[in-house]
């Protein structure tokens, strides 16, 4: 028999500190990222090197609070919420390393601005998030805290979600300071307890920990037996199921908006594939150059081949013989069989080029199954060369004439008319028109978005940018968004804003691109036009309002 001992993850003999080298920070915030754990960095961009003194500095003035013997993300909201905003500089994960959310979530009232991924309806893992993210789970996470030549795990508690990413909190075992990061959530870096012991992974705590409690290894044992965790299988269970979410494989055909020509559609290949997001390539006569473009799975530019000729619409570069096999009508949206369009009817519509406008129109086509070609003629130039695209009876952008009066939307008429002085009623009697009845759509589901919010989207008319935005304004269904880091006028407008549906599957929760590898472009922006008091009225009753009370009390 066998008498040699098992090789133990747990790290408690003297032995193992001479292979390790103290990496603690003053900063009690650490930062996980993709495969590894890095400590945090100084967040201004121009210092690299921890403050030395601060803590001292700290323990001297008898008059400060000693923020580090509080969990931060504790310490920052109950003193936010109690007097406002404070002059935070090194707090919840600013590593310096990635662009993205790091600097938002370093201010504690910000939380309340970040919606849940259960707000997101078509976003990846929405149906089954609540049984997949549970705040209490322990996970065993890289630990920031050493460095070693080989890899050193340490147990984490899940304290909070903010989007796909998660608030964590190191097991200190009540040693001071604690210590959090964020980290995101939906990858292969939280693994459940026990995982250390199965790998043969060093399990070992900060250091600070361990001086105080040299023989921690009981305290583990007390600590994680019958905890709640992830599964064994959490990463690969989440990269599967967002491979259950594609429709298209590498390399098929489908039919894609023209991008010349938004009314017609063309012939493209799905070149790339990340996440729920398709790269794709026209294939007849493409642009010089032409890099591409990425779409949800769900968008509503793309569809299988054979779209086109099974609602009769126009595709470009297929020949007039060529016959594909016709699309099942129980691919399309339904609709109430009383709608009745026709060619004349007048709607207010999103406009395909000026996503940030909602204009007057008219039905140039119709098609089958519901769809139809709209026509926009707002400007003299449009005068001269109508813009024209195709919508569906149930789609978010086609509006009933008033939507905008009734929602207080400042309306683009028709080119002639006078923008302040338009109405609907009259200009239908002065030209014996008749608006589009889509008052018989049914009424759209309700949504929890508020002014205030922010999240991930991707643009409309360049599909290839993701980046964070802002909810400026929530008309209904409708979402008017901003983009974050793009310049704007004296009245806060901007050409990248956009309306956007709540249901929007160009929409995600923040951390999305984190999730699935996309390039995060821009640069996520405080709420600085509104007060304190106004943002958090905008979201209160909030899941994440809520959550901040509980840690508040």
């Known amino acids: 028999m066998d008498k040699r001992k098992k090789k133990k993850s747990y790290a408690s003999d003297d032995s193992f500190s001479d292979i390790l080298q103290n990496n603690e920070r003053n900063n009690s ?47 920052i909201i109950s003193e936010v919420l109690a007097s406002g905003p404070l002059p935070l500089s090194t707090k919840l994960r600013p590593s310096g390393k990635t662009a993205d959310w790091d600097e938002f979530l370093s201010v504690g009232y910000n939380l309340h601005f970040i919606p849940p991924v259960t707000y997101f309806k078509n976003a990846p893992l929405a149906e089954i998030w609540e049984e997949l993210a549970v705040v209490g789970k322990r996970i065993e996470v890289p630990n920031p805290f050493v460095r070693c030549s080989r890899p050193v795990n340490w147990i984490a508690t899940i304290r909070h979600f903010a989007g796909y990413k998660a608030l964590i909190e190191f097991e200190c075992f009540g040693v001071l300071p604690r ?59 989440i990269a599967l199921h967002l491979q259950k979410s594609q429709r298209y494989p590498l390399l098929s055909m489908l039919e894609v908006m023209d991008r010349d020509q938004a009314s017609r559609m063309r012939v493209a290949t799905v070149t790339g594939i990340i996440g729920n997001r398709i790269h794709v390539t026209y294939v007849i006569e493409p642009r010089k150059n ?29 020949p ?85 009066e009734k929602n207080k939307i400042s309306l683009v008429p028709p080119f002639g008319e006078d923008k302040e002085s338009f109405r609907w009623k009259p200009y239908l009697e002065k030209y014996k028109l008749n ?6 759509i049914p009424e759209r589901p309700t949504h929890l978005f508020k002014t205030g919010m922010k999240f991930e989207a991707c643009g409309i008319i360049d599909p290839t940018y993701l980046g964070p935005v802002t909810v400026r304004k929530v008309r209904e269904h409708l979402l008017y968004l901003s983009f974050d880091g793009w310049p704007r006028n004296a009245y806060g407008e901007s ?45 209160a009753g909030s899941p994440t309002n809520s959550y901040c009370s509980n840690l508040v009390s």
């Open 29 to 75: 915030l650490t930062s996980v990222e993709g495969n590894v754990v890095t400590p945090s960095q100084n967040s201004s961009p121009n210092s690299t090197k921890p403050e030395p003194q601060r803590r001292q500095k700290r323990k001297k003035n008898s008059n400060s609070r000693e923020v580090e013997s509080e969990c931060p993300i504790n310490s």
């Open 320 to 404: 007039s013989n060529a016959k594909f096999t016709p699309l099942s009508p129980s691919y399309f949206p339904q609709f109430p069989p009383e709608l009745v369009i026709y060619r004349g009817q007048v709607l207010e519509a999103r406009h395909p080029l000026r996503p940030y406008q909602i204009c007057g129109a008219s039905v140039l086509r119709v098609l089958k199954y519901g769809y139809f070609v709209v026509e926009f003629r707002t400007t003299a130039k449009e005068l001269e060369r109508p813009i024209s695209f195709t919508f569906h009876a149930t789609s978010p952008y086609v509006l009933p004439c008033g939507f905008c």
């Open 290 to 318: 032409d890099v591409g473009y990425w779409f949800d799975v769900n968008s509503e530019y793309i569809h299988p081949i054979g779209f086109s000729q099974t609602i009769g619409h126009e595709i470009y570069g297929v």
């Open 495 to 539: 050409d990248t804003e956009i309306w956007a549906h709540a249901e929007s599957s160009g929409i995600y929760p923040i951390g999305f691109a984190e999730m699935v590898g996309h390039n995060f472009q821009g640069r996520v922006e405080a709420n600085s036009s509104h007060s304190v008091e106004e943002q958090l009225h905008s979201v």
């Open 435 to 440: 608006p589009v009845p889509l008052n018989l």
């Open 179 to 237: 210590h959090a990061a964020w980290m995101s959530f939906c990858s292969d870096v939280p693994k459940h307890i026990g995982y250390s012991d199965k790998t043969h992974i060093l399990l070992h705590p900060p250091h600070s920990v361990r001086a105080e409690i040299p023989n921690f290894i009981d305290k583990v044992r007390e600590t994680v037996q019958g905890c709640n965790t992830v599964d064994e299988t959490h990463g690969a269970y």
